[in-house]
């Protein structure tokens, strides 16, 4: 059984709408992530958090929110979306921020029209 | 400028073979280094991991050279089997952030049976 669920697998957007991607992990970590993937670049580091905590953040733009309800929750609000937001986002989990060990979930893939 | 580089994009082996998959980095307080293996519609999977204290990591039939002198490393998969082809990651981070990781943009590796 997947350890890292997200929801939804795939969905597809119009642009300048808004949607919110889930993020729940079954390993008892205590540091998460979210991480993108698209085709003309190497997966790129998003945010961490630790302990509910944001610790960094490498997105310029404030369209992408992070959202953490539980300790094991981590949604990723995205707003007013645009084509170039189409990517596969990988939401991922550690056991502590400076563990390493980072397990990804299988995805979802974000495309906007 | 692209902070980890990977080459070659494309490797081809025959089962049995040792793949051989480069790294190389630009950062030198990056002291953390794991590899992902990639397989299609999932999500990234930690495979083995070094630590810049130490110049060799074996684990199964991987094993990862370090060079912290060249800023190089080094993915050999020995024995390599059909079930190896994927897309593999070499990462990077720096201090006790591990999690923060920079990614390369991964070689493609095909093990013919």
């Known amino acids: 059984d997947p350890k890292i669920i997200q929801k939804p697998k795939y969905l597809v957007a119009v642009t300048g709408s808004e949607k919110i991607l889930i993020c729940e992990q079954y390993?008892?970590?205590?540091?998460m992530y979210w991480y993108r993937q698209s085709a003309k670049k190497p997966l790129e580091f998003m945010f961490s958090?630790?302990?509910?905590?944001?610790?960094d953040n490498q997105t310029a733009s404030s369209r992408f929110q992070p959202q953490s309800s539980k300790k094991n929750h981590l949604d990723l609000q995205i707003t007013a979306l645009k084509p170039d937001d189409s990517a596969t986002y990988f939401c991922?989990?550690?056991?502590?921020?400076?563990?390493?060990?980072?397990?990804f979930g299988e995805g979802s893939k974000l495309t906007v029209l | 400028q692209q902070q980890v580089r990977q080459s070659p994009q494309s490797l081809t082996v025959w089962e049995g073979e040792t793949a051989i998959l480069n790294c190389s980095y630009e950062?030198?307080?990056?002291?953390?280094f794991p590899w992902y293996q990639q397989f299609p519609g999932e999500g990234p999977a930690l495979l083995i991991s070094?630590?810049?204290?130490?110049d060799k990591k074996e684990d199964g039939r991987f094993t990862i050279f370090f060079n912290k002198r060249e800023k190089k490393l080094s993915l050999h998969i020995t024995d390599s089997q059909p079930g190896d082809s994927a897309t593999y990651f070499c990462?990077?981070?720096?201090?006790?952030?591990?999690?923060?990781?920079?990614f390369g943009d991964g070689t493609v590796l095909t093990v013919k049976p």
């Open positions: 990462a990077a981070s720096a201090g006790t952030n591990t999690g923060k990781l920079t």
């Open positions: 958090y630790s302990y509910q905590k944001l610790m």
């Open positions: 950062d030198s307080t990056f002291n953390y």
């Open positions: 991922a989990s550690s056991p502590q921020s400076n563990t390493g060990q980072l397990y």
């Open positions: 390993l008892g970590h205590n540091a």
């Open positions: 070094i630590r810049s204290v130490s």
